[in-house]
């Protein structure tokens, strides 16, 4: 008597079904995951979160809980794997904006769309102030590092993360420094009556401290190069005012003099006689070392000077210079010059 065949396929029916409740399972969860974590967040304002260097992301998603930018850390946890690739999160200051979705502050966190806190340093600025502005700082972190040379960083804007250290920063800005020095002085003119690099930062450092008119470096490093080649002693008062300001730490204020009170002063007639080793009114050639560090714009004008016929040059009474090519011609303009200044002070003892 023949058997009916038996009947095949129920298995493979209830696992096809297993599958599929496991996908819509699967599926469920993503859009379920996927809306939790774009949801509004519960802080009410932008406010700044710092992630610590090497922070896990658990310790990272619960202080987020805990500081009210998040409801969930394990949401964090879950949107760190999928946006994140669950790895460490980088370090630094972030300003989280109001409302932000888990998944948004994961994403700046990923990113490293830090938090940037400027950070000026003047052009001319001494290394003296150099280190007094690292050290004040309440961004950066570390131990102070010791002072470098005078004229060995790139005055300007650094931009720097909260946490950076103070060694880094320093060494930053000194790397800078080498970087343009390189680049500018291999693009010098020629024939300069320099002949190293360091005696063309010191002459750039002259030249940043003389004027900080954009349009009358290269005149003044003109003028400097002329005296150089004559030669002649190239008479600058920075130069006097850093020599002092070495020798009488006192009598200063980041590179500019200043009496008892603190107040800014000029030039005494015994400075202008002493001999510090920089005072260029009493040396020949340049300083031993810069008396500033200059900034690109004053390395550029003496790398590449104006053809000028001038030696001499005084203050006009407006913040610039006027320059001339002979002795009487720079007598008339220091004659016009003390006139200008005598009747500023006439006016000023008017007003009184």
Not at 29 to 39: D, E, G, I, Y
Request: aromatic share 8%.
């Amino acid at each position: 008597m023949a058997r009916a065949p038996a009947r095949r396929g129920g298995g493979g029916s209830f696992l096809f079904w297993l599958l599929a409740l496991g996908a819509a399972a699967a599926i469920f969860a993503f859009f379920f995951f996927s809306s939790a974590l774009s949801r509004p967040g519960p802080s009410a304002e932008d406010r700044a979160f710092m992630v610590e260097r090497g922070a896990s992301g658990a310790a990272i998603a619960a202080n987020l809980e805990e500081q009210g930018f998040i409801n969930d850390d394990f949401l964090f946890r879950i949107a760190n794997r999928l946006y994140g690739g669950g790895g460490v999160l980088q370090a630094g200051e972030y300003q989280i904006p109001a409302r932000a979705s888990v998944r948004e502050i994961v994403e700046m966190m990923t990113s490293g769309d830090a938090l940037q806190h400027a950070l000026t340093f003047p052009e001319g600025i001494t290394i003296s102030a150099v280190m007094r502005i690292i050290e004040e700082s309440d961004v950066l972190t570390g131990d102070m590092p010791e002072a470098p040379p005078e004229g060995s960083i790139l005055p300007d804007t650094y931009h720097v993360q909260r946490g950076m250290t103070r060694a880094a920063l320093l060494q930053l800005m000194r790397d800078a420094h080498d970087e343009a020095v390189a680049e500018i002085w291999a693009n010098r003119a020629p024939d300069l009556p320099i002949t190293t690099v360091e005696d063309f930062v010191t002459l750039a450092s002259i030249v940043e401290r003389e004027t900080g008119i954009p349009s009358e470096r290269a005149t003044v490093a003109g003028v400097f190069i002329n005296r150089l080649r004559i030669p002649m002693r190239l008479e600058t008062d920075p130069t006097i005012i850093y020599g002092v300001c070495l020798r009488f730490p006192a009598r200063c204020r980041d590179g500019r003099l200043v009496d008892a009170q603190g107040n800014r002063r000029t030039i005494r007639q015994s400075e202008i006689e002493l001999d510090t080793g920089y005072n260029t009114y009493r040396i020949d050639g340049l300083p031993p070392t810069p008396i500033a560090n200059p900034g690109r714009a004053a390395l550029e004008a003496t790398a590449r000077p104006a053809a000028t016929n001038a030696i001499f040059f005084v203050a006009d009474g407006t913040g610039g210079h006027l320059f001339a090519a002979t002795l009487a011609e720079h007598q008339a303009n220091v004659r016009r010059w003390r006139e200008i200044e005598a009747e500023r002070l006439a006016a000023e003892r008017a007003g009184r």
